[in-house]
C-alpha cells in the first residue's frame, strides 16, 4: 500500500526514514493560520486532518500522514520565531520552565480517517544571556516553533513523554496506527 507523508518536513521526514518506511512525500496546500478560539491540541489535530485530506485529494490512494506540532507555554501557542530577537525572547520566556508540545497526526485513507493528538513535556535548563545569544548564533532556529529543536541538546534540561513528538513527529503511535491501517487494507 502507498504511504504518503503530507509534509515536507525535514524532521517528519528524517524520523519515518529511519522507521524504514517506504513513502512519499508531497506538500500540503491548506492555510495554516492559528484559529485563536481553538485548544492548542484541537488546532493541531484540524492542522493535520486538513494537510492529509489536501494530499488524499490529489492521490486518492493509499495512506496520507498529515501532522502538526505547535509548542505551548502558559495557554500560548509559540510559532516559530519572525526574527533572532523574536527567538531571543521565546528562549528567555521558556529558561527554566517546562512546557508542552503537541503534535496532532491524521491517518487518511478512502474508508477510515484517524486523527490524534500526543503531548509530551519538555523542561528548559536555566540559561543566561550568553548561552541564548550562541544557541541563536549556532543553530537555525526561525525555522523551529518555540525558537529550539530539542535534538541540538543545548537548551532541554530533561522531557516527558515521547521523544519523537517533541522533534515533530510521534513515531510510537505512528507505527503503531500504520500498521493498523494496513491491516484494515488487507496487507501488511
Not at 117 to 134: A, G, Q
Not at 161 to 185: A, C, F, H, R
Request: proline residues 3%.
Amino acid at each position: 500500500m502507498k504511504i504518503v507523508l503530507a509534509s515536507t518536513s525535514p524532521r517528519r521526514i528524517e524520523l519515518l526514514k529511519k522507521a524504514n518506511f517506504d513513502f512519499e512525500v508531497i506538500s500540503p496546500c491548506v492555510d495554516e493560520s492559528i484559529d485563536k478560539s481553538l485548544n492548542p491540541s484541537k488546532k493541531v489535530e484540524n492542522l493535520s486532518f486538513l494537510k492529509a485530506k489536501s494530499v488524499f485529494e490529489r492521490v486518492k490512494e493509499g495512506v496520507v500522514i498529515g501532522a502538526d506540532t505547535v509548542v505551548s507555554f502558559e495557554d500560548e501557542i509559540l510559532e516559530k520565531p519572525i526574527d533572532l530577537l523574536d527567538a531571543k525572547n521565546t528562549l528567555k520566556r521558556l529558561s527554566g520552565k517546562t512546557h508542552l508540545v503537541i503534535t496532532g497526526i491524521t491517518f487518511y485513507t478512502k474508508n477510515k480517517v484517524i486523527t490524534k493528538s500526543v503531548v509530551s513535556k519538555v523542561k528548559f535548563k536555566k540559561l543566561t544571556d550568553e548561552i541564548i545569544d550562541k544557541y541563536v548564533k549556532d543553530y537555525n532556529v526561525l525555522d523551529k516553533a518555540g525558537s529550539y529543536a530539542i535534538q541540538d541538546d543545548i537548551v532541554v534540561e530533561s522531557f516527558e513523554g515521547s521523544y519523537s513528538n517533541i522533534v515533530g513527529m510521534p513515531m510510537e503511535e505512528t507505527e503503531e496506527i500504520l500498521k493498523d491501517v494496513l491491516l484494515w487494507q488487507g496487507t501488511e
